[in-house]
Structures are given as structure tokens and as C-alpha cells.
């Protein structure tokens, strides 16, 4: 398989290298090495997650973690020990899910690696992604659209294709998957335009709404998730976001649920931001998760104690997220510093270790997890 390119806008790309620069040139302090890190003895008195995991309201919190088949045996043990569910982080999008990439015949060989490590110890599955236009190969099989536009009926094939992959899927994950990304990132990655992908190309924002309805014909018990990624949360993008859910309210499209990824980049979004933006999902009846939770270390490198100010910063995400009803609980994405997408990933490599997990490089809880921890646990 082609390795998927993961491009980066120019306004991304522009936000970076001013994160970039300012990095090098700025007083910034060499990140301390696990090894010297001064850890409080406070860790001993948070955890694990899913311990205490309910809200007020005696609604169970997802504390999760996103998942790899390749973890070592210590990374699956603290999986295990901490987390109550797990997102693959890659082996079931559509293109990860075929034999050579290729529309037809699916592998479900990672799946069951991944079934019966989550059916072992308890874990619910988030199912990410049925529909997700970026990263061709990954998020959707390489042939795809020339596959369509060679069809009499472009527009009647993509549906055709969409509506068999979905419910191949979710039949074949019955009992193990009940909530689903169902379209993940309908936005470019940088900026409030919507991603222009194969399916936007063929169908517009319809294919958006057919998703969400061949889902929940296939399943009609299953949470089906809208997730997207925001770098901050005021502006055109989020009000862009609030007007498609709307649209999709208005038309009583099948919506449960709204994934707010929450990968912080390139800058810190302002905490009352976040808490504007969640009182709009509360205010229409939306329940929200945040699904891939992780916070570049880059952004606090010119702090004396970056982890700690790193922690400080999700104390707060984390308080404000609690606070609503709404809120079905917390995925991290990078929860071991070890092994996380940022330090493989065009343009943060450039300044790894990102550091952008909870656990270190030796597996210990950083002060990031007692943040969490104090933060989401504290509330029983
Ligand atoms: O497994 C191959 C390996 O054999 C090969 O040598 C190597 C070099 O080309 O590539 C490896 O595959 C990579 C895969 O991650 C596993 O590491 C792919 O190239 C790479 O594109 C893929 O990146 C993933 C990315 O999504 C694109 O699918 C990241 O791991 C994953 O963390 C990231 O996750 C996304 C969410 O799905 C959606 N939200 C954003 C988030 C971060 O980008």
C-alpha cells in the first residue's frame, strides 16, 4: 500500500513553522528526560481511570485509549489496568480493513486481534471510522473514485459502495461495536471549508446525511458519532460545524452523538472557548465525547517544568468537560509518549519527542494523568 500522505494546509503549515520558530528561537528549555523527572508522590493517589468511572447522574464515563494489535505486553497491561474501552487507531478504516487496498474483499484479521483483546478484558469498542475522506488508502481504499467515475451512475455507485461497506461492517462488528465515527472529519484539517473527498466530490454533503442513515438501519441501538478535529473553538469552523449539525437536526438525520477529537497542536484554545462551544452541543440535546484526546509538549516547552504546565492546561480541558451532562467521558490518543502518531507524522516530527501523552517514556504517570485523574475522578 502506497504510504498515505498526511498533508498539511498552508495554513497549517504556516502556524507551524511560527510554533516552529518561535521553539528554536525562544528561550525554550530542552524537554527534562523521564529518566530526571522529579515525579510527585501524588501518583499513587489517582487512578486507575476506570475506577469510579460515573458521572453525577450514575452514567458510566469512557475512559479510553486509542489501541494497536502491536502493543508491547506492558503498554496492553496498562491498557488493561486503565482504560474501560479503546479506539483502533488504524485497523478499521476501510482501507486498513482490505486485502491490498483494494474494494472487495475485507481482512478481518487485525479486527479479531482487536475483538478479543477488548471481549478479554472488558473493554467497549469505539468503531473508527465508516466514512472518512482523508488519507486515501487509510481512510478509504486508493481505487475508490476512479472506481465510481468509471460507473454509468457516479452518484448511485458511491452510495451503492458506502451503503455495502457500513453495513458489512457494523454486521460484522455486532456485539462487539456499538457506537460508531460514522464520518469522521468533514472539514478540511485547516480552516472551515468542508474536506472536498471522493464522497463530497460525488455526492456534496448528502453523503454525510446517507451515512448516518444506512447506520442506523443496519443498527438501530448503535451510538453514531459525528467526530471532528477543531484547533480552537470560536470562528467560522466551529460555527460552520454548528450550522451542519443543525442541518442534520433539522432533518432528524440520526445523530447520537458529537466526537470532539482534541489533538492541541499548534496553539492552546481558550478554555471559555471550549466551554461556549460544549454549552452549544448541551443546549441541542447532543451528547459529546472527547475521542482522541492529546496535547504536543512543544506548546510548553519554553515553561521551566513543561509536563507540569502540560497538565495544568488538561486540568482545566478536563473540568470544563465534566461539567456538562452531557459528556459521555474521554478517548486518549497518544496515551504513551513512547508510541504516539505525532513523532512518526509530518510536520510534528520535526520537533519530537512530542511528549503528548499521560505515561512517559518508562510507562510512568506523568503529571498529565494526575490531571486527568484529580480532574474527571474527583467528581464522584
Ligand atoms: O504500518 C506502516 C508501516 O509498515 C510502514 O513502514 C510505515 C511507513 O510508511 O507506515 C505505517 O503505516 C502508518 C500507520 O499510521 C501506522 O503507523 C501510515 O503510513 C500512517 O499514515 C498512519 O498514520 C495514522 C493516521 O491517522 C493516518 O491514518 C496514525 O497512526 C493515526 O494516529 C492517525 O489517527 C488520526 C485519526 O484516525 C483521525 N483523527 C486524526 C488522527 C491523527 O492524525
Known amino acids: 500500500m502506497d504510504n498515505p500522505k498526511f498533508t498539511v494546509p498552508v495554513l497549517a503549515r504556516l502556524k507551524f513553522i511560527r510554533t516552529m520558530v518561535m521553539q528554536k528561537l525562544g528561550d525554550s528549555k530542552k524537554l527534562t528526560?523521564?529518566?530526571?523527572?522529579?515525579?510527585?508522590?501524588?501518583?499513587?493517589?489517582?487512578?486507575?481511570?476506570?475506577?469510579?468511572?460515573?458521572?453525577?447522574?450514575?452514567?458510566k464515563l469512557i475512559f479510553g485509549g486509542a489501541y494497536d494489535p502491536e502493543f508491547s505486553?506492558?503498554?496492553?497491561?496498562?491498557?488493561?489496568?486503565?482504560?474501560?474501552?479503546?479506539?483502533p487507531e488504524n485497523y478499521m478504516k476501510w482501507g486498513m480493513l482490505l486485502k491490498n487496498n483494494r474494494l472487495g474483499e475485507y481482512d478481518f484479521s487485525n479486527l479479531e486481534k482487536i475483538e478479543s483483546f477488548a471481549s478479554e478484558n472488558g473493554l467497549n469498542i469505539r468503531g473508527h471510522a465508516l466514512i472518512w475522506g482523508k488519507v486515501p488508502g487509510m481512510g478509504y481504499p486508493v481505487d475508490l473514485y476512479e472506481k465510481v467515475l468509471s460507473d454509468l451512475n457516479p452518484r448511485k455507485r458511491m452510495i451503492e459502495i458506502m451503503d455495502?461497506?457500513?453495513?458489512?461492517?457494523?454486521?460484522?462488528?455486532?456485539?462487539?461495536?456499538?457506537?460508531?465515527?460514522?464520518?469522521?472529519?468533514p472539514?478540511?484539517?485547516?480552516?472551515?471549508?468542508?474536506?472536498?473527498?471522493?464522497?463530497?466530490?460525488?455526492l456534496g454533503l448528502d453523503y454525510i446525511k446517507q451515512s448516518f442513515?444506512?447506520?442506523?438501519?443496519?443498527?438501530?441501538?448503535?451510538?453514531?458519532?459525528?467526530?471532528?478535529?477543531?484547533?480552537?473553538?470560536?470562528?467560522?469552523?466551529?460555527?460552520?460545524?454548528?450550522d451542519l449539525i443543525d442541518r442534520m437536526l433539522e432533518e432528524h438525520v440520526p445523530l447520537d452523538r458529537i466526537g470532539v477529537q482534541s489533538h492541541i497542536l499548534f496553539t492552546k484554545p481558550a478554555i471559555h472557548d471550549l466551554y461556549n462551544f460544549l454549552k452549544q452541543l448541551q443546549e441541542r440535546g447532543l451528547q459529546f465525547e472527547i475521542t482522541e484526546f492529546d496535547i504536543r509538549i512543544g506548546l510548553f516547552i519554553r515553561s521551566d517544568d513543561p509536563f507540569m504546565v502540560q497538565a495544568n492546561y488538561i486540568k482545566d480541558f478536563c473540568q470544563v468537560c465534566r461539567d456538562f451532562p452531557n459528556f459521555r467521558g474521554i478517548t486518549f490518543w497518544?496515551?504513551?509518549?513512547?508510541?504516539?502518531?505525532?513523532?512518526?507524522?509530518?510536520?510534528?516530527?520535526?520537533?519530537s519527542p512530542n511528549a503528548p501523552g499521560l505515561f512517559d517514556t518508562l510507562y510512568r504517570k506523568k503529571p498529565a494523568y494526575i490531571a486527568v485523574a484529580s480532574s474527571l475522578l474527583n467528581k464522584q
Not at 50 to 58: A, E, P, V, Y
Not at 167 to 185: L, P
Not at 335 to 347: G, K, L, T, V
Request: glycine share 4%; hydrophobic share 30%.
Open 164 to 185: 455495502n461497506h457500513i453495513s458489512i461492517i457494523i454486521n460484522r462488528c455486532r456485539g462487539s461495536v456499538s457506537e460508531w465515527d460514522v464520518v469522521n472529519e
Open 33 to 59: 528526560e523521564p529518566e530526571t523527572y522529579n515525579y510527585s508522590s501524588e501518583e499513587a493517589e489517582y487512578g486507575p481511570f476506570k475506577k469510579n468511572n460515573r458521572d453525577n447522574s450514575g452514567n
Open 213 to 242: 442513515w444506512t447506520a442506523r438501519s443496519i443498527d438501530p441501538d448503535a451510538i453514531l458519532v459525528l467526530n471532528e478535529q477543531f484547533d480552537d473553538y470560536k470562528g467560522t469552523r466551529i460555527n460552520r460545524f454548528l
Open 334 to 351: 497518544s496515551q504513551f509518549d513512547s508510541r504516539n502518531w505525532m513523532d512518526n507524522s509530518m510536520p510534528f516530527s520535526l520537533l
Open 73 to 87: 505486553e506492558e503498554e496492553k497491561k496498562i491498557f488493561i489496568k486503565e482504560f474501560n474501552s479503546l479506539t
Open 187 to 202: 472539514f478540511e484539517l485547516s480552516g472551515s471549508k468542508f474536506d472536498v473527498n471522493p464522497f463530497y466530490r460525488i
